[in-house]
């Protein structure tokens, strides 16, 4: 999707930048992670593969990506994108029925960013974008049975459990966005700074 090709998102812990080819070489060495692939139910690509799978991901009108970056690490243009990643969190408007339909996925990948609340800010980020950006009413998160951690954290986001695939041992959590809802959406977030993104590893408030 390129409607947010041009957009960060900085919050406190977390920044969300657009998934561009310089983030790949970094998101291809997560990739092979065994763990990571069975938690995202992933399978390995190629690195050429991997560099498809973005353009794909870009250009596609059903995807939103962003890379979740470290917002202490990158802030202050001392480091480039890649050294600040910890993992992607993503938008899947997948029901050609209904497009105020978001399925939302987030993945932390680096292990020693898990448990420390990056992940709860990027969701709601994305979430506020989703709602403000997208028309998005309505989200569903798909887990993996054995991933109790990221349902934890969903069912903490106000999210309700709505449905077990025992085939594919997974659970598909579900939120609707009611106007009380999204005023709490837009109050989790109030201090997130939208800025143009201008190149790797630098970013300026929008409108300047």
Request: charged share 30%; net charge negative.
């Amino acid at each position: 999707m390129r409607i947010n090709q041009n957009t960060v998102l900085q919050g406190q812990r977390v920044t969300l930048v657009p998934y561009t080819s310089a983030h790949v070489p970094r998101y291809h060495e997560w990739m092979q992670s065994e763990e990571l692939q069975r938690l995202t139910a992933s399978e390995p690509l190629s690195l050429e593969q991997e560099y498809e799978m973005q353009r794909s991901w870009r250009d596609d009108a059903d995807k939103c990506t962003f890379i979740v970056l470290d917002t202490q690490r990158w802030s202050g243009q001392a480091r480039a994108d890649e050294d600040c990643m910890v993992g992607d969190v993503n938008l899947f408007l997948t029901d050609a029925e209904d497009p105020t339909l978001g399925e939302i996925e987030i993945m932390i990948a680096e292990p020693s960013y898990r448990g420390r609340g990056f992940g709860k800010e990027a969701t709601l980020m994305m979430m506020s974008y989703g709602v403000r950006n997208l028309g998005i009413t309505k989200f569903e998160a798909k887990i993996g049975l054995e991933n109790e951690a990221s349902i934890c954290m969903f069912k903490k986001l106000r999210f309700k459990e709505v449905a077990v695939n025992s085939i594919f041992q997974e659970v598909t959590l579900r939120l609707d966005v009611s106007e009380q809802e999204r005023r709490w959406l837009l109050e989790q977030t109030n201090h997130v700074e939208e800025k143009s993104y201008l190149r790797r590893g630098s970013a300026q408030p929008k409108g300047k």
